[in-house]
């Protein structure tokens, strides 16, 4: 497997402590050992994807085990699937990540893991040694053509058909999604009236849905937890000040979680 480079799509060879394209396009490997591949005029902002701020949230959260059963549930699909080349899609700070290549361990193959946010790609690479990490947009995957096993897209965004043309055929995507009941308590203190997150069901041309798994659980959270999941949420800037003041007075903070887990197939004849 190899990557692509960004600019001409043409592969990527490397070079003492580079990768470079037959452009003469040239991408320098981090000291923390990943791969910037986010051209400058590919950028939307400045420091896209999660902030520095979220990142360590997500960390300290993820850390102290409260979504491990997701992590489980994902695991337990890969170990039966076995995929050889797999890549994660806004892997973020990298704990589902390193995780699913322990999972391959010994086994040969390769994990990628892939986000937009430079930050987060910092983070996921100087811990998850195993993994080859790269700062990218899932908008333009740097992949070849149906050169993955399987894809992974916990909470990320996508596009739709790049997934189909970077997974091989017979391959999989598997995406974790909120649940309707994903959350519950916290979006009660935001919302004066909490909807119940419908979902649409996805899009997903030129895949076929395998599998549906429902993980969902009581978390029994300090007031301490309850801010640092609240600081990794979409919904963190609506939070008023009195949210914040009350969650950190809060001795416990239960709260429920609800995911969706889809294990979609890639059709075996060309888009
Ligand atoms: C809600 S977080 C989920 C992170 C990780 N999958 C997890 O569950 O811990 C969404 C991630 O997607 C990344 N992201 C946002 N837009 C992206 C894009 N266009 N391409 C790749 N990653 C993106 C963000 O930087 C962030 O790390
Ligand atoms: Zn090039």
Not at 4 to 23: E, G, I, R, W
């Amino acid at each position: 497997m190899s990557w692509l480079c960004p600019l001409c799509y043409s592969p990527l060879v490397q070079t003492a402590k580079s990768f470079c394209c037959d452009n003469r396009h040239q991408f320098d490997v981090a000291r923390e050992g990943y791969l910037n591949l986010l051209p400058v005029q590919h950028k939307r902002s400045k420091e896209p994807g999660d902030s520095g701020e979220m990142i360590q949230a997500r960390r300290a959260f993820l850390d102290a085990g409260h979504y491990l059963p997701l992590r489980e549930t994902i695991s337990d699909v890969l170990q039966q699937l076995s995929p050889e080349v797999l890549l994660d899609i806004g892997c973020g700070e990298g704990y589902y990540t390193g995780a699913f290549a322990e999972v391959r361990a010994g086994k040969g193959g390769e994990t990628y893991g892939l986000d937009v946010s430079k930050v987060a790609i910092r983070y996921a690479a100087r811990r998850y040694r195993g993994v080859r990490f790269c700062v990218a947009s899932s908008q333009r995957l740097p992949f070849a053509d149906a050169s993955m096993d399987a894809i992974i897209r916990i909470f990320a965004p996508c596009n739709a058909a790049e997934l189909a043309r970077v997974v091989k055929p017979g391959g999989v995507v598997i995406t974790a999604t909120p649940g309707p009941r994903h959350l519950y308590q916290l979006k009660e203190l935001i919302y004066q009236q909490v909807e119940l997150h419908h979902e649409v069901s996805e899009e997903m041309p030129h895949f076929i849905l395998k599998q549906t798994l429902q993980p969902a659980w009581n978390m029994a959270l300090s007031g301490e937890q309850a801010v640092t999941l609240l600081q990794m949420t979409p919904f963190a800037w609506r939070a008023r000040a009195e949210v914040w003041q009350q969650l950190n007075h809060a001795v416990h903070f239960a709260c429920e979680t609800d995911f969706v887990v889809r294990v979609w197939e890639r059709e075996k004849d060309n888009p």
